[in-house]
């Protein structure tokens, strides 16, 4: 059964870069981490069958099969020295068996060529970055979640990861995604070796990490309604109903794998991952008031993806019209920091914080408009107001740094804005600022008031910019 969402579209202006390096890193390697396999099973192996471990360890399986494993004797007299040689290889049950009776009979070549081989063995890369419920370390916690037993497995778990991953990049950023995908796939291991404490296969498989973006993307989208793509069995189609009862949909997707599906998938890690990733993405929307964004239908009738920050704009009039202005205006710096490009939030943030010009916000409102000086979409004469409106605002301007105030002085030089470039090269003086770009801006300004035939205050901007012994 595949349940995909087939309605949202990536937002190309804001790449999911996060979801592609996770993709990529998982393909790179499954290629070429996990393409050196077999030149390390080969060298484990011939060195196992050059020692004389197989002459010594034969019988001591056969005992161990009767003690531990009595419903293996079967398969022994079924499959003979194959089944025997497998499990002596690859065995860490077996392994952590014998390795403390060598000890205890003084067997020190025995244990020596056995710890050799378990050396090289385990640098098989399912046993080096592998989970082993039995026998977990660090790595094996992290590791397990970027590999994969088989290209049909790496496929079907990135797919999942694009198709969904696209979506949740777009609202939570690829920051939190990331974490959240780790935070899924810890939780995944930890399930799994709570369920399966004693056991020594190892688990690997971006899957459990993958089922928390899909408890992210529920949580994100909650009860708005989606439209998803499903096949069960046979039978495809789609239909549309709220993200939220994806969330059920998939929990008994895994539960009815756990009870009738293939016995070697891990699916209680694939519910750990579930519910971790739904409830990491639920507290950051509850608390942070996340942005979501869905495609609907467009003013011509046809299928559009309005921007974030089209729902943000709308979400932070509402509060406003609402009464909630500081509720408003916190909203708005939480959507300045996804879309940090957007004037129209840039302008409301600094609205909204106006009325309290000392505010951090304040500053930091102003601070993210004058940044955009360089940007040819925002109009020049709009910052210019604005820079003169926060210097009436606040005694403290603490967002002309020498930075934007470098930003600021070119935009008013290609406006050719005198008196604001002029401003500015007063204030980047007292401010000590030193920097290439202060003569020729200085020039431009200097060969404005020549023209003008005002020597006098030509001179003086010449003195302000020019290094000392320059000459006229």
Known sequence: MLIIPVQNKPDWRRPPLMCFALIAINVLMFVFYQGGDEERWQKA??????SDLPVLEEQRFLIYVNEEHPEWRVQVDAMGEDFVYREMLWNIEFHHWLLPQLASEGEVEWLAQRKRFADLRDRVSTLALGLVPADPHPAGLVGHM???????HLIGNMLFLLLFGLSVELVLGGVWLAAFYLLGGLAAAALH?????GSAAPMVGASGAVSAVVGMFVAVYGVRRLRLFYTLGFMFGEFSFPALLVLPLWLGKELFGYLYGDAGIAYWAHLGGLVAGFVA???????????????V????????????????????D????????EEAARAAMAALRQFPHSVALIELAIDLNAVNPDSEAYHRANLSL????????????SIATAYYRYLEATSRPRALTDRACLLLARRAAREKNWDWLEDLLHRLNRQQVEHPLLPRLGMALVEHYRRLGEEVRAREILRLTQPAGAAD
């Open 318 to 325: 509402h509060l406003r019209e609402e009464g909630r202005p």
């Open 297 to 316: 239908e467009s003013r011509d009738g046809e299928a559009g993806l309005p921007s974030g920050e089209s729902h943000a704009l709308q979400r932070i």
């Open 370 to 381: 004058f940044g955009l000086a360089e940007e040819a979409g925002v109009d020049g004469r």
């Open 281 to 295: 993405a639920l507290v950051y929307v509850t608390r942070r008031g996340g942005i979501h964004t869905l495609p």
């Open 146 to 152: 970027f590999l994969h037993g088989s290209w049909d």
């Open 45 to 50: 192996e011939n060195y196992y069958f050059s």
């Open 193 to 197: 070796m709570l369920v399966d404490p």
